[in-house]
């Protein structure tokens, strides 16, 4: 599977907020609920403030990444495929990148993932993240 990824500009940002909605919806209604006003408030402020990128497959926006390192740790805040494009390897494929990019740095790999979401906690796991931590609503995840 060949992947891409591009910075998100500025016109990106009702994108990757679809793709979020889209990919993360459903668990985040069973656990907290969704309020799309105060979901999209958020969304613009981790738009402004994180590094995004928009995966490419094919020549064709399918999801959205954004992670940043820092001294300790190589952090996933967002991964999300669209869902007509899950399943085929993408994800998979980015996976592999961030790890061998946290390798060539030395740095473990964290994330979360919502409570529920045990698609996603699978997903993690056959990359060997271990969970490390707890909250009301998400468990932590390592990779050393």
């Known amino acids: 599977m060949t992947i891409g990824f591009r910075k998100a500009l500025e016109a990106d940002c009702?994108?990757?907020?679809?793709?979020?909605?889209?990919a993360f919806r459903e668990y985040a209604?069973?656990?907290?609920g969704w309020d799309e006003e105060h979901e999209r408030t958020v969304h613009q402020k981790r738009f402004v403030s994180q590094d995004f990128?928009?995966?490419q497959s094919e020549g064709h926006d399918v999801g959205v990444l954004?992670?940043?390192?820092t001294p300790d740790a190589m952090k996933v805040f967002q991964l999300f495929i669209l869902p007509e494009h899950q399943g085929r390897g993408i994800g998979s494929s980015v996976m592999e990148h961030l790890?061998?990019?946290?390798a060539l740095l030395r740095l473990p790999l964290r994330l979360q993932v919502i409570n529920g979401n045990d698609r996603a906690l699978c997903f993690y796991k056959r990359y060997g993240f271990q969970q490390v931590g707890t909250t009301e609503t998400h468990m932590q995840l390592e990779r050393s």
């Open 14 to 22: 009702e994108f990757c907020y679809l793709v979020r909605e889209l």
């Open 29 to 32: 209604e069973s656990v907290r």
């Open 53 to 55: 990128k928009v995966i």
């Open 66 to 69: 954004s992670a940043e390192t």
């Open 99 to 102: 790890i061998q990019e946290a």
